[in-house]
């Protein structure tokens, strides 16, 4: 009966060993990710300036874009505007001086 007791405790004993190492090894890990994680950050961390330069250099080429665009059309436009308003200034010309010479004529 002895024999099998000092074989239950000796079980015992190297079970507490191995469950206390397997304790050790998970702290371990965990440590080991929580400082892949702190460095992980930090890199984020310091490449955040970078990100938001390259964004706002993205924005600023973007709006640059689209002000050369919106002034081209603005451009067009106009040129229309004027094409049509010189088209029509000789019939108001023409229109003016009828009516001025016969007022009647309405």
């Known amino acids: 009966m002895e024999d099998v007791l000092q074989r239950l ?6 079970a507490e060993a191995i469950a206390g190492e397997a304790n050790a090894q ?3 890990m965990v440590e080991q990710a929580l400082e892949e994680a702190r ?3 930090e890199r984020f961390e310091a490449r955040v300036p970078s990100l938001r330069a390259s ?3 993205k924005a600023e080429a973007q709006a ?3 002000l050369v ?3 081209r059309r ?3 436009r106009y040129t229309e505007l004027r094409e049509a308003a010189a088209a029509r200034e000789q019939e ?3 229109s003016v001086i009828e009516i001025l010479l016969d007022p009647d004529r309405n």
Do not use: C, N
């Open 64 to 66: 640059e874009t689209t």
């Open 69 to 71: 665009e919106l002034t």
């Open 39 to 41: 460095a992980a950050e």
């Open 26 to 28: 998970r702290e371990r």
């Open 55 to 57: 964004f706002i250099d």
């Open 92 to 94: 108001a010309i023409d």
């Open 74 to 76: 603005y451009e067009e």
């Open 9 to 14: 405790l000796k079980a015992e004993s190297e």
